[in-house]
């Protein structure tokens, strides 16, 4: 099913609540320093760069007063028209964040993982415009390896069709609408919460709506471990994307 273009004001989600135990510093990995910056000013860059017209930042509650002040200010981020606080669970931090934007007359809403530093603008388009014609759309890219389903005992039991296998990546991108009510039927029920782990499983599960698949790119890693951030340093610096001023 296609959809006409709505004139309503786009957003973006980004989301920089999360504790990043695997990371193994005592700086949360969202602010950790990627080539000379905070890891969450690479995304928000290219959103700021973008045609999103509103951004909403979701950060822990005691990491707003920095995030206004040592990313928002400092790095000149005008688009950036609210910080909301985290929650729990990522699915309440994105409730939170789509909350914030609730009468500011939003047609579609990309949700992305700020620990996503390699986002570009053509990423960001092809998200904005699958959600246009779609929907609910994902970035997510075909995967490269075969993969294995585990048992109990961790036996291999099964090794479905790699050619049917995507790998998830953000943005996520919605109507507006749609997501929020998603998101309000899940809030609804505790059940309903187990086991939810990305925006698109909440629109599959809640809604009656399809999720297309996007084609992302492979450098659009979420860096989660120490050598994820020497992965990413390399890519932005192939980009000539370091160091570089808004």
Not at 92 to 109: K, T
Request: charged content about 30%; some cysteine; overall charge neutral.
């Amino acid at each position: 099913m296609t959809m006409e273009k709505n004139a309503g004001k786009t957003a973006a989600v980004v989301l920089a609540a999360g504790r990043g135990r695997r990371m193994n510093s005592q700086v949360q990995k969202q602010y950790m320093e990627l080539g000379g910056r905070p890891l969450i000013t690479y995304a928000l860059e290219q959103f700021e760069k973008s045609r999103i017209d509103r951004i909403i930042l979701v950060a822990g509650e005691e990491e707003i007063p920095y995030c206004r002040r040592e990313i928002v200010e400092a790095y000149g981020f005008t688009k950036v028209c609210g910080i909301a606080a985290g929650g729990k669970e990522r699915y309440h931090s994105v409730r939170n964040g789509l909350a914030a934007l609730r009468g500011q007359g939003i047609s579609h809403v990309l949700i992305h993982d700020g620990a996503r530093p390699l986002l570009t603008e053509q990423i960001i388009e092809d998200a904005l415009e699958g959600a246009e014609r779609y929907e609910a759309c994902v970035i997510a890219v075909p995967v490269k390896d075969t993969i294995k389903i585990a048992d109990g005992e961790q036996f291999a039991a099964e090794t479905p069709r790699r050619d049917l296998l995507w790998q998830i990546q953000t943005p996520q991108a919605f109507s507006y609408p749609l997501i929020s009510r998603a998101y309000e039927k899940l809030m609804s029920r505790e059940e309903y919460q187990r086991g939810v782990t990305d925006d698109a499983m909440v629109v599959e599960a809640m809604t009656d709506r399809k999720v297309k698949l996007i084609m992302g790119d492979y450098r659009n890693i979420k860096v989660t471990t120490p050598e994820d951030m020497i992965l990413a340093e390399a890519f932005l610096k192939a980009e000539n994307r370091l160091w570089k001023n808004i």
